[in-house]
């Protein structure tokens, strides 16, 4: 059977390479001749994604022998197949002007789907996510950004406000107690190291994320009788952040950043810097925004620092309003990222936690 393309060429010299039943026929030959390079390269794809669900048998483009050893596809598109190499060398010339044809509307489609991608990523990652912390399971106020907010209990496993910690601890008749105890479940206060640990361990063996995390930054730092090993430090941290723990991500975005344990690798660094921000990390959408500032993509920065205001980083309200200074950002930028940051403000000042800070700078909360 010869089939024909707009230039009337035969099997042998076309870039059809399988062998068609006579049902496949009927369905491509519906569609008309091929009226441009396109057309063709279309129908050749039509034709072999047939060929494939049929399993009918391969045909030369050159000299037109069948057979399933008829495998040698152009090294280039892949598009047509071949006995053999002395055929393909022979084919070369005629088939040139198809094969970069197809080659170019590959790189066409190939980087449209990139620009999809793309476009699909930033969305999601300019996304405003909820608050990273849960409220603090006391006084149902939302938990602070900052570490020195708030502190985990490892004996029931709970994040208590710095201002629910700092507060007196009372019994059942309203009797001020020792405060020496947890202030949700009321455990005492671990005496020694060893028993930190302890309970530390029964966390972790429950896959709580935050105690594997935790665990993860004592071998980092050394400390609480762990040796000093940043490749321990780096595997807690990916168990963490698989559980859900998007610090865990930032940490290992700083390790890569710096070379901490790994090989300095900037792009692996903004990869979990993004898995972090998308999870509400400020810290990270904060770092994200430096990169931006960085190589110069303001709008991009910008974005990222408004983000991260709203999570209660106060050094992107700082930023903006240097980007401010320096034209790098309008007036109603910086108006409302003000707004954002005392929106946050809002959600987590408490007189208790304004005790606790006023107390220690250990309380501090923004």
């Given at each position: 059977m010869?089939?024909?393309?707009?230039?009337?060429?035969?099997?042998a010299?076309s870039n059809?390479?399988?062998v068609?039943s006579?049902?496949?026929?009927?369905k491509?030959?519906?569609t008309?001749?091929?009226?441009?390079n396109?057309?063709?390269?279309?129908?050749?794809?039509q034709?072999?994604?047939m060929?494939?669900a049929d399993?009918?048998?391969?045909?030369?483009?050159?000299?037109?022998k069948?057979g399933?050893?008829?495998n040698?596809?152009?090294n280039?598109c892949?598009?047509?197949?071949?006995?053999?190499?002395?055929?393909?060398?022979?084919?070369k010339?005629?088939?040139?002007?198809?094969?970069?044809?197809?080659?170019?509307?590959?790189?066409?489609?190939h980087?449209?789907?990139?620009?999809?991608?793309?476009e699909?990523?930033?969305?999601e990652?300019?996304?405003?996510?909820?608050?990273?912390?849960?409220d603090?399971?006391?006084?149902?106020?939302r938990?602070?950004?900052?570490?020195?907010?708030?502190?985990y209990?490892?004996?029931c496993?709970?994040?208590?406000?710095?201002?629910c910690s700092?507060?007196?601890?009372?019994d059942?008749?309203g009797?001020?107690?020792d405060?020496?105890?947890?202030?949700?479940?009321?455990?005492?206060?671990?005496?020694?190291e060893?028993?930190?640990?302890?309970r530390?361990?029964k966390?972790?063996?429950?896959?709580?994320p935050?105690?594997?995390?935790?665990?993860?930054?004592?071998?980092?730092?050394?400390t609480?009788?762990?040796p000093?090993d940043?490749?321990?430090?780096?595997e807690?941290?990916?168990?963490?952040?698989?559980?859900?723990?998007?610090?865990a991500y930032?940490?290992?975005?700083?390790a890569?950043?710096?070379?901490?344990?790994?090989?300095?690798?900037?792009?692996?660094?903004?990869h979990?810097?993004?898995l972090?921000?998308?999870?509400?990390?400020?810290?990270?959408?904060?770092?994200?925004g430096n990169?931006?500032?960085r190589?110069?993509?303001m709008d991009?920065?910008?974005k990222?620092?408004?983000i991260a205001?709203?999570?209660?980083k106060?050094?992107?309200?700082k930023?903006?309003?240097?980007?401010?200074?320096?034209?790098?950002?309008t007036?109603?930028?910086?108006?409302?990222?003000?707004?954002?940051?005392?929106?946050y403000?809002s959600e987590?000042?408490?007189i208790?936690?304004?005790k606790?800070a006023?107390?220690?700078d250990?309380?501090?909360?923004?």
């Open positions: 010869n089939i024909s393309n707009n230039n009337n060429t035969t099997t010299d059809i390479s399988t068609m006579m049902s496949d026929c009927k491509v030959s519906n008309g001749a091929p009226k441009s396109h057309d063709t390269l279309e129908m050749i794809g034709l072999q994604n060929s494939t399993n009918t048998i391969s045909i030369c483009a050159n000299c037109g069948e399933n050893d008829v040698n596809s152009c280039n892949k598009q047509v197949k071949y006995c053999n190499a002395v055929c393909k060398k022979v084919h010339k005629k088939h040139k002007k198809d094969c970069e044809e197809h080659i170019r509307l590959a790189a066409e489609k980087n449209e789907e990139l620009r999809i991608a793309a699909l990523h930033d969305i990652l300019f996304k405003q996510p909820p608050p990273y912390h849960e603090c399971p006391i006084c149902f106020l938990l602070p950004s900052l570490p020195s907010g708030s502190i209990m490892s004996c496993g709970k994040t208590i406000c710095s201002g700092y507060a007196p601890v009372y059942d008749q009797n001020k107690v405060n020496q105890k947890c202030p949700f479940c009321r455990t005492p206060d671990p005496d020694t060893k028993e930190v640990n302890e530390q361990m966390r972790v063996e429950m896959n709580d935050i105690a594997i995390f935790n665990t993860g930054c004592d071998y980092r730092e050394g609480c009788g762990y000093q940043d490749t321990k430090a780096l807690l941290w990916h168990r963490a952040a698989e559980l859900g723990y998007a610090e930032c940490n290992i975005g700083n890569y950043s710096n070379g901490i344990g790994v090989e300095v690798d900037k792009k692996k660094a903004c979990y810097y993004e972090a921000a998308m999870q509400g990390d400020a810290a990270a959408r904060f770092n994200l990169d931006e500032l190589v110069g993509n991009r920065a910008l990222h620092y408004m205001v709203r999570g209660g106060n050094e992107s309200l930023e903006i309003k240097r980007m401010y200074s320096e034209g790098d950002a007036k109603e930028d910086y108006t409302t990222a003000l707004q954002l940051y005392q929106e403000l987590i000042k408490s208790q936690r304004d606790a006023a107390f220690d250990y309380y501090r909360y923004y």
